[in-house]
C-alpha cells in the first residue's frame, strides 16, 4: 500500500533517556501500525538514535536524524556525517531547521547539508518558513529565496527524494498553528517554487509538511482543508497520547 502522507516526530531535546526514548518509539509504533497510508518517522537526538531502531528491523516507524555534517569524514570534532547515520539505520534527515538556521545555518550551508544526506542515499526534509507574514506579502519572496538558495546544485534526479516542511518560524513553539487555509495557499506555493526548480513532474510528486504548533486537535484540518502532505511535529511528537 503506497503511503502518500508522512508524520515527522521532531524530538529536540525533549527526551531525555534510553528509557524514555524506548518507551516512546514503542508507543509511537503500536499507533503507526494502523495508519495505512502514513509513513511515520521520529528523529531522535543523535545518541538516542540506535536505542530507536527497531534491531528486528522492523519498519513500522523510520528513524530520521534531526541535523548531520556536511562533511564526509576527516578532523572534525563533535561532527556526525550522513554515512554514519545510514550505517545505524537513519532513512531520514532534517535540513535547515530554524533553531539551526538561528545558530548560524544559511542557506548555501543547508545546500552542502542536503548534498551530503543526498550522497549517502538518504533522504533530506528541507525546513523552510518565514519569520513573520507581512501584510504586503513580502514573506512569498523570503520562501522563494530560501527555497531556491537551499536547493542550489542539487542535481533534478535527486528531487524525488526531498521532502520539503513549511514551518512558519512565527507558529513553532506557539498556542496555535497556522489556519489550514492559508496553510493550503503556502502549500501550492512551495509546489510552485519546487516546480521552477525540477519541473511539473517532480513538484506533482513532492512531499510538502506542514510544521508549527501541530496537535491532536489541528491535525485534522491541516491535511484535510491545508491540503498538507504530511506534518512536521516538534513538543505533541513526545506527547503519548498526541502522535502520531
Ligand atoms: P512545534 O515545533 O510543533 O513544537 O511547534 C515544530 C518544529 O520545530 O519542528
Redesign the pocket.
Same mark, same amino acid.
Given at each position: 500500500m503506497a503511503k502518500d502522507k508522512l508524520v515527522v516526530g521532531?524530538w529536540?531535546m525533549y527526551v531525555g533517556t534510553v528509557e524514555e526514548a524506548k518507551r516512546i518509539v514503542l508507543k509511537i509504533r503500536r499507533t503507526a501500525l494502523q495508519l495505512e497510508h502514513t509513513e511515520t518517522v521520529v528523529c531522535p537526538p543523535y545518541v538516542l538514535i540506535p536505542f530507536c531502531v527497531s534491531r528486528k528491523g522492523n519498519k513500522t516507524v523510520l528513524i530520521g536524524s534531526q541535523t548531520v555534517s556536511f562533511e564526509k569524514e576527516g578532523s572534525h570534532t563533535g561532527e556526525v556525517g550522513a554515512s554514519m547515520l545510514r550505517d545505524v539505520g537513519v532513512t531520514y534527515v532534517?535540513a535547515g531547521?530554524?533553531?539551526e538556521r538561528s545558530a548560524g545555518d544559511t542557506d548555501q550551508i543547508v545546500s552542502k547539508r542536503i548534498l551530503a544526506v543526498l550522497d549517502a542515499g538518504l533522504k533530506p526534509i528541507v525546513?523552510v518558513g518565514e519569520n513573520e507574514r507581512d501584510p504586503g506579502g513580502s514573506y512569498l519572496e523570503v520562501l522563494k529565496n530560501q527555497i531556491k538558495n537551499s536547493l542550489h546544485g542539487i542535481p533534478k534526479e535527486q528531487a524525488r527524494n526531498i521532502v520539503i516542511?513549511y514551518?512558519p518560524i512565527w507558529?513553532? /513553539?506557539?498556542k496555535g498553528?497556522m489556519e489550514p487555509t492559508n496553510i493550503h495557499e503556502t502549500m501550492l506555493f512551495v509546489k510552485k517554487t519546487f516546480s521552477d526548480l525540477f519541473g511539473h513532474g517532480p513538484a506533482m510528486k513532492v512531499k510538502v509538511l506542514y510544521?508549527?504548533?501541530?496537535?491532536h486537535r489541528n491535525a485534522l484540518d491541516i491535511i484535510t482543508i491545508g491540503k498538507a502532505d504530511g506534518l512536521?511535529? /516538534?513538543?505533541?511528537?513526545v506527547n503519548m497520547a498526541g502522535f502520531p
Open positions: 521532531n529536540k532534517l531547521h530554524s533553531e525546513c516542511a514551518e507558529a513553532i /513553539g506557539a498553528a510544521g508549527g504548533a501541530v496537535n512536521l511535529v /516538534g513538543r505533541e511528537s
